[in-house]
């Protein structure tokens, strides 16, 4: 089973600043990872899907990179409703799909 | 467009079944095939993807619940279905159903609100 590791577990940000979040594989998932977005009471939200591509409507400042063993989402610039917990997840090796543990990003 | 929703008991006791529906609805016809995934959250944590049945094809499960688990599916009714036996208190989660991108299997891209399910 692969092992997702996502870093930092919490990340204190203020409106406007750029973010990068991380995800590291146990082994080579090659481009097939996936970034969800979750806010409270919600399903996850499908962001990024082969590492770098934007799902449908998912606004320009999400950017995903990676490949191998080694990921990031970078919100160019934080607004409001981005306030949530953000996942990866590799779809390379299965069953089973993986995912990390999570991190989230709170109002500073 | 498509749209999923659970549906089942929210509350199941230790060593009992547990049996849900996802229901699609919306969407046209759509060529090429998709992968239908029962995934699960227990509160307060992460996510687990419990299984996948396709369009055609096998069927594929979580190696850690294999032995507890079977997803089916009516594709004629638009339905697939989760049964997870044997149930203990660590099965208490949210319980969501999700569709695959078309080509990128593994990417659920459309998901059902969820579903409670406590186990007690």
């Known amino acids: 089973e692969v092992v997702m590791t996502q870093s930092p577990v919490t990340l204190s940000v203020s409106p406007g600043e750029r973010v990068t979040l991380s995800c590291r594989a146990s082994q080579s998932v090659n481009i097939n990872l996936a970034w969800y977005q979750q806010k409270p009471g919600q399903p996850p939200r499908l962001l990024i899907y082969a590492a770098s591509t934007r799902a449908t409507g998912v606004p320009a400042r999400f950017s995903g990179s990676g490949s191998g063993t080694d990921f990031t989402l970078t919100i160019s610039s934080l607004q409001s409703e981005d306030f949530a917990i953000y996942y990866c997840?590799?779809?390379?090796?299965?069953?089973?799909?993986?995912f990390g543990q999570g991190t989230k990003l709170d109002i500073k | 467009q498509v749209q999923l929703l659970e549906s089942g008991p929210g509350l199941v006791r230790p060593s009992e079944t547990l049996s849900l529906t996802c229901t699609v609805s919306g969407g046209s016809n759509t060529s090429g095939i998709f992968y239908w995934s029962w995934l699960r959250q227990p509160p307060g944590k992460g996510l687990e993807w419990i299984g996948d049945?396709?369009?055609?094809?096998?069927?594929y499960y979580n190696p850690s619940l294999k032995s507890r688990v079977a997803i089916s599916q009516d594709r004629s009714k638009k339905r697939f279905f989760l049964t997870l036996n044997s149930v203990t208190t660590a099965d208490t989660a949210v319980y969501f159903c999700?569709?695959?991108?078309?080509?990128?299997?593994?990417?659920?891209?459309?998901w059902g609100l969820g579903t409670l399910v406590t186990v007690s």
């Open positions: 049945v396709p369009d055609s094809g096998n069927t």
């Open positions: 999700a569709r695959s991108k078309q080509w990128d299997y593994g990417a659920f891209e459309i």
């Open positions: 997840q590799q779809y390379n090796n299965w069953p089973p799909y993986t």
